[in-house]
């Protein structure tokens, strides 16, 4: 099962990203709706594909992943300088997201409901070779 390693606030981002980077190959990050104090999420589609990255991706993998939590709406929606919409490498569309990154890159994505109802697409990110 991987390590999560939770990011409330995008200015960490890029550091937490390098410290792993320099001690595995691969890096997951996993960019999620914000939660209330009940666990409730803003983002409807987060709460949907939960269990299919819990299941098939942070319990199938190894090593650290970075959980992104965009804790409000209004800081995403209609918010194209959002860090993680801006960042030129992550470029992420939409939560929830998972991108694998390899050297900096990213090299797999899984944003769409189609994405996360594939479970091969997932164990491929879990797994990568």
Same mark, same amino acid.
């Given at each position: 099962?991987?390590?999560? @390693?939770?990011?409330?606030?995008?200015?960490?981002?890029?550091?937490?990203?390098?410290?792993?980077?320099?001690?595995?190959?691969?890096?997951?990050?996993?960019? $999620?709706?914000?939660?209330?104090?009940?666990?409730?999420? +803003?983002?409807?589609?987060?709460?949907?594909? %939960? %269990?299919?990255?819990?299941?098939?991706?942070?319990?199938?993998?190894?090593? *650290? #992943? #970075? *959980?992104? +939590? /965009?804790?409000?709406?209004?800081? +995403?929606?209609?918010?194209?300088?959002?860090?993680? %919409?801006?960042?030129? /490498? #992550? %470029? @992420?569309?939409? /939560?929830?997201? /998972?991108?694998?990154?390899?050297?900096?890159?990213?090299?797999?994505?899984?944003? $769409?409901?189609?994405?996360?109802?594939? $479970?091969? #697409?997932?164990?491929?990110?879990?797994?990568?070779?």
């Amino acid at each position: 099962m991987a390590e999560v @390693v939770e990011i409330h606030d995008p200015k960490e981002f890029e550091d937490r990203l390098e410290e792993i980077a320099q001690d595995q190959q691969f890096v997951i990050c996993y960019f $999620t709706g914000g939660e209330d104090a009940d666990g409730k999420s +803003w983002c409807p589609d987060c709460v949907v594909h %939960k %269990k299919a990255v819990q299941e098939n991706i942070i319990n199938q993998s190894s090593g *650290k #992943l #970075l *959980k992104c +939590w /965009v804790q409000t709406r209004d800081e +995403w929606v209609g918010k194209s300088d959002h860090p993680y %919409k801006a960042n030129p /490498v #992550l %470029k @992420v569309r939409g /939560v929830p997201s /998972v991108l694998l990154l390899r050297e900096g890159e990213v090299v797999a994505r899984a944003e $769409t409901d189609a994405d996360f109802e594939n $479970t091969d #697409l997932l164990q491929m990110i879990a797994k990568p070779e």
